[in-house]
């Protein structure tokens, strides 16, 4: 039986790179490339999800505003300023735009007095075996726990940015599936260990997406409805799209019993794969509907691999090898260990 500390680790994002292209996902997770330039996007949701963890702080009261949290964190994580493109397709300084964006979320929600923090950023770990029953741990973080005062009902935050926001998607969803059904377990097992008071039973009844939209706010004037007005003062007929979103994401029992399935076949199949006793192949798609090719950080050296070009060259120059759960093994030590086999 091997040790925790080194048995294999199962993200849900892993998994979402192991849907859309093997490849891509040994490439990143076999061979752990880690392209030496970081995603824009990428470093983008990390300084939102901090200016959120400082503003929902446990209680009702809020920490430092978002604004100031991002500056802070730009100022000190983000050696040289990058800039990306926000959804009207114009460029933005990612620091104004975090912060502008920031502003209007206070404006928008100010101090979102009608949600409590029961517990705040918190790290965890499940206990699984594939289908060949080879343990692993499926980790992850919740940003929150969160109780809703109106109806206290209790939910788990999930803070997102996106150039557009979209919600469709949400009912198969993976990551809110992944969040729902640990979700669960990992408040009981808080309760279990009174980490927080077991009181009324809490049963978790949401994933609460709380979409921002990366855009700077419209400068109109707006009338009491929140219409954007023309300068005559007349309601203009453009307005812009949601700057916000907060979509309650939902899942029962038959969802969370296929969704743990489904886990474990994965993890089953990563290890065959890992092992060579399943091949790894590609999914080249770079159209309509997934255009995945696109937003692939493999793009280039895979159009190297496949005309059997000098990739490994490539490889050598343009990333460097580095754990992808170097993060989540530190966790590992404080995380709400469950067992669930
Ligand atoms: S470019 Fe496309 S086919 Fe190639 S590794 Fe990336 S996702 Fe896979």
Not at 34 to 45: A, D, H, I, K, Y
Not at 73 to 98: I, P, Q, T
Not at 227 to 250: E, M, W
Request: aromatic share 12%; charged share 30%.
């Amino acid at each position: 039986m091997p040790k925790r500390e080194e048995l294999v680790l199962l993200r849900t994002s892993e998994r979402g790179v192991w849907g859309q292209c093997h490849q891509q996902w040994a490439w990143r997770f076999i061979d752990n490339l880690q392209p030496r330039t970081s995603s824009p996007p990428l470093e983008f949701g990390t300084l939102w999800h901090k200016a959120m963890a400082d503003y929902y702080i446990p209680g009702k009261k809020r920490g430092p505003h978002p604004a100031k949290s991002f500056k802070l964190y730009f100022d000190s994580d983000v050696a040289s300023k990058f800039r990306l493109r926000n959804s009207d397709a114009e460029w933005d300084d990612a620091l104004e735009l975090g912060v502008a964006m920031a502003e209007n979320y206070v404006d928008e929600f100010g101090r979102d007095s009608k949600i409590e923090i029961i517990a705040p950023e918190m790290p965890f770990a499940y206990r699984m075996t594939d289908v060949g029953g080879q343990p692993f741990w499926v980790v992850g973080r919740f940003d929150a726990l969160f109780r809703w005062l109106t109806t206290h009902e209790y939910g788990i935050l999930e803070h997102k940015t996106a150039a557009s926001i979209s919600t469709a998607h949400l009912q198969m969803d993976e990551q809110a599936g992944t969040y729902f059904m640990f979700g669960r377990l990992w408040v009981k097992e808080l309760q279990r260990r009174l980490i927080i008071p077991k009181g009324n039973l809490l049963e978790l009844d949401m994933v609460l997406y709380n979409f921002a939209r990366k855009a700077k706010p419209d400068p109109r004037p707006r009338d009491d409805a929140g219409i954007y007005l023309n300068k005559d003062g007349t309601q203009s007929k453009t307005q812009p799209p949601p700057y916000f979103a907060r979509v309650p994401v939902y899942r029962d029992e038959e969802d969370s019993k296929r969704l743990v399935k489904r886990i474990r076949q994965q993890a089953w199949m990563m290890r065959q794969q890992r092992e060579g006793k399943l091949p790894i192949i590609k999914t080249p798609s770079s159209g309509y509907p997934d255009r995945h090719c696109e937003a692939c950080p493999f793009k280039a050296m895979c159009e190297l691999h496949e005309t059997n070009g000098d990739w490994r060259s490539y490889a050598e120059m343009n990333y460097d090898v580095e754990d992808n759960y170097a993060e989540y093994r530190e966790d590992l030590k404080d995380a709400i260990h469950i067992d669930g086999t």
